[in-house]
């Protein structure tokens, strides 16, 4: 038995594997543990919430949740919290909720755009935040190309790295 390739099957496999590296929509949906959050302005690297942040990013088919704490965080002395101990709780974490739409897919991912609706900080609420979100095995990278960063008020290129929760 012979088999032949036919003419310009090499780019199929090309195409076909470079398909199949693409995030779908599907793939976002669940919940994601943090495991790394990194801003960058120029040629300055940060990491904002330390370099364990502790939290969650929650993904619906039209909405996503985000909480992320700084894990080092000392717990306040009383349930009425100080001035200084509010300044502090909100100086370490960031949250946030809005729906979504995906875009087109790019070298760096899926492109969503979501409209925030509600924030733990007002400089982030009722803007629009871009990320290029990309699934591979149980990891989840979402990038910004520029987005408020709360706790500093500079506009940072955001990586976050999170694993799919059990």
Known sequence: MRFAIAPGSWGVATVTAHAQKATT????????????LKASS???VSFPLGDRPAGYVSITPDRIW????????KAPA???LTDTEAILMMK????????YATA????????????VDAASSEAIGG???VYFMRVEGDRLT???????VPMTGTTSVVEIVLTKAE
Do not use: Y
Request: net charge positive; charged share 25%.
């Open 25 to 36: 929509k599907e793939q976002l949906i669940g919940s994601w543990r943090v495991v790394m």
């Open 42 to 44: 120029g040629d300055k």
């Open 66 to 73: 985000l909480l992320f704490v700084d894990s080092t965080r």
């Open 78 to 80: 009383a349930a009425t």
């Open 92 to 99: 370490s974490h960031v949250a946030w909720t809005g729906k």
């Open 104 to 115: 087109d897919q790019t070298p760096d991912g899926l492109k969503i755009s979501c409209h």
């Open 127 to 129: 803007n629009d935040r």
């Open 142 to 148: 979402m990038k910004s190309p520029g987005v408020i």
